[in-house]
């Protein structure tokens, strides 16, 4: 069973930067999109929130909370996505799940990032 494993979550003092990685344990194909979903105190509704997302075709969508911090990327592979986030805020705070949006959906285990002075 395809895994996805992530990396890079941790603390981070307010203004500061992380990269979260996340590579999948097989080749899945097709993939229609990829993205970095959250889960926190400030996450509106019960649901994960959609923080970004890169389409197959290279589009990307991002988070109005989030836009001109934070940078989605892939490799040419599609193998790993990355979330380049950058002047973090507290309320950036959360678990961050990466998926894969393929045939059937694919969810990371969640790495947990936490802003705080």
């Known amino acids: 069973q395809v895994q996805l494993v992530e990396s890079g979550g941790g603390v981070v003092q307010p203004g500061g930067s992380l990269n979260l990685s996340c590579t999948a344990t097989?080749?899945?194909?097709?993939?229609?999109?990829m993205g970095w979903y959250r889960q926190g105190s400030s996450t509106p509704g019960p649901q994960r929130e959609l923080?970004?997302?890169?389409?197959?075709?290279?589009?990307?969508n991002y988070a109005n909370s989030v836009r001109g911090r934070f940078t989605i990327s892939t490799d040419n592979a599609k193998e790993t996505v990355w979330l380049q986030m950058n002047s973090l805020k507290p309320e950036d705070t959360a678990v961050y799940y990466c998926?894969?949006?393929?045939?059937?959906?694919?969810w990371g285990q969640g790495t947990q990032v936490t802003v705080s002075s």
């Open positions: 998926y894969i949006d393929s045939a059937i959906g694919h």
């Open positions: 097989e080749t899945i194909s097709p993939i229609y999109a």
């Open positions: 923080v970004a997302r890169i389409l197959h075709e290279g589009t990307t």
